[in-house]
């Protein structure tokens, strides 16, 4: 399948088939990317939808069924999650995250220490809040980020491990004998914050974080290909997932789709990055946050709530290029500032990209990305997968495309 009405949605037919032929040049030809999957929509209806290379090594092409782990777009789902128990009034935005997870109450700012040394720790300056995890500034890191001694520790313990001796319990008590990199609210680094966001959804809620989606928001958005362990009757429709090795300079099979990690129900459930899906159901979550909350009569959350959620909470209005040190891509860092689970483009100039004020997006670790434009009414999603994201610059080159695209 290969859908294209992009003149009846404001978008030049010509432009947007230069998109895929770049595609198909640039990443499927050189072998840089395995496959790719483009979905553009406006007002939520799909203006294109493009399908290029094979799902599996060898095999059919990917389709509109082509399942993909999506990685850190998994962070807006869990995101919303908290934003519903924020609109029943059960949380706040400024609830001390020790409120809820009292094994958070005790780390101190990492002082000195770490190899073979303790861990010495100066207190914190405000406490840990709910805003903090769902924009970055907890304090918290990622064992990859490989810059202090504190994502050292998390590395050595191997607690973000999905399939290791860890629940999402333990894992909370793990990190809370851990050091913060730096109090809450005084910088901004990519981390585990939205897996502990997903640990205050399962106590506020009082049901399992997978539960909670499928029945409070996959199930109700008719996402029914969106899940953390991929059913036995749709293993089959799981891409393979590679690796760029920095030896060889070559794409390496990281997660064959026949024999996916995915395939077995995580003992960590990671809001932060565990889920699968396709997108054609992404593209039901941004048309759900492009309309408000709202899908096909179904109602989630109120205008107000994505309204708040897309709107830059950096403190003192800030961008990530001012408070960010962490290693991440999903991201440009000038103009643009951070949401309730999304970056938010603040300043279209200083991201040196056409684009709009108050467009919100993200991306995964495997190099697919979503973008929504409430201003144009547009929205993206893309599909590959290839680990590290930051390998190509692929994301910067879609948006251009895809605003010269417009008519």
């Known amino acids: 399948?290969?859908?294209?009405?992009?003149?009846?949605?404001?978008?030049?037919?010509?432009?947007?088939?230069?998109?895929?032929?770049?595609?198909?040049?640039?990443?499927?030809?050189?072998?840089?990317?395995?496959?790719?999957?483009?979905?553009?929509?406006?007002?939520?209806?799909?203006?294109?939808?493009?399908?290029?290379?094979?799902?599996?090594?060898?095999?059919?092409?990917?389709?509109?069924?082509?399942?993909?782990?999506?990685?850190?777009?998994?962070?807006?789902?869990?995101?919303?999650a908290f934003m519903m128990l924020v609109e029943e009034a059960k949380v706040a935005l400024d609830t001390p995250v020790h409120h809820v997870l009292p094994e958070l109450k005790g780390p101190g700012v990492y002082a000195g220490g770490g190899g073979s040394e303790p861990f010495t720790t100066a207190p914190t300056a405000d406490p840990m809040r709910m805003i903090d995890l769902l924009r970055h500034t907890s304090g918290l890191t990622y064992s990859f980020q490989n810059r202090t001694h504190v994502d050292a520790a998390y590395r050595e313990s191997k607690m973000e491990n999905w399939h290791g001796n860890l629940t999402l319990d333990g894992f909370v008590a793990a990190l809370g004998k851990l050091p913060l990199e730096f109090s809450p609210g005084a910088e901004w680094n990519y981390s585990v914050s939205t897996d502990v966001l997903g640990a205050v959804v399962e106590r506020v809620s009082g049901i399992s974080l997978d539960r909670f989606f499928a029945e409070r928001i996959l199930g109700p958005l008719?996402?029914?290909?969106?899940?953390?362990?991929?059913?036995?009757?749709?293993?089959d429709r799981l891409a393979d997932c590679w690796a760029f090795d920095?030896?060889?300079?070559?794409?390496?099979?990281?997660?064959?789709?026949?024999?996916?990690?995915?395939?077995?129900?995580?003992?960590?459930?990671?809001?932060?990055?565990?889920?699968?899906?396709?997108?054609?159901?992404?593209?039901?979550?941004?048309?759900f946050c492009l309309n408000g909350g709202v899908l096909d009569g179904v109602r989630l959350v109120s205008p107000k709530t994505i309204e708040l959620m897309t709107m830059n909470h950096l403190p003192g209005g800030s961008d990530l290029a001012t408070m960010s040190r962490a290693l991440f891509s999903e991201a440009t860092n000038a103009g643009t500032g951070f949401g309730l689970g999304f970056a938010i483009t603040t300043d279209v100039a200083r991201t040196l990209v056409p684009g709009s004020v108050g467009e919100y997006y993200w991306g995964g670790m495997f190099s697919t990305a979503f973008f929504v434009d409430p201003v144009e009414r547009i929205h993206m999603v893309f599909m590959t997968q290839l680990t590290p994201s930051m390998r190509y610059p692929i994301r910067r080159e879609l948006k251009t495309l895809i605003y010269s695209a417009l008519a």
Do not use: N
Request: with cysteine; charged share 25%; proline share 5%.
């Open 222 to 235: 008719g996402m029914h290909d969106t899940f953390f362990q991929v059913p036995a009757d749709k293993i």
């Open 246 to 287: 920095e030896k060889s300079g070559k794409r390496v099979l990281y997660d064959r789709g026949d024999a996916s990690a995915w395939s077995r129900f995580p003992k960590l459930i990671s809001g932060g990055g565990g889920l699968v899906s396709t997108a054609l159901d992404y593209h039901r979550f941004c048309t």
């Open 1 to 80: 399948m290969h859908m294209t009405r992009p003149g009846r949605y404001g978008f030049e037919a010509s432009r947007t088939a230069r998109i895929d032929a770049f595609v198909k040049e640039r990443y499927l030809d050189s072998g840089k990317l395995p496959h790719a999957q483009l979905l553009l929509a406006r007002d939520g209806e799909i203006a294109h939808f493009s399908h290029q290379g094979p799902a599996r090594e060898g095999g059919a092409p990917v389709d509109e069924g082509t399942l993909f782990r999506i990685a850190s777009m998994t962070k807006p789902i869990t995101s919303l």
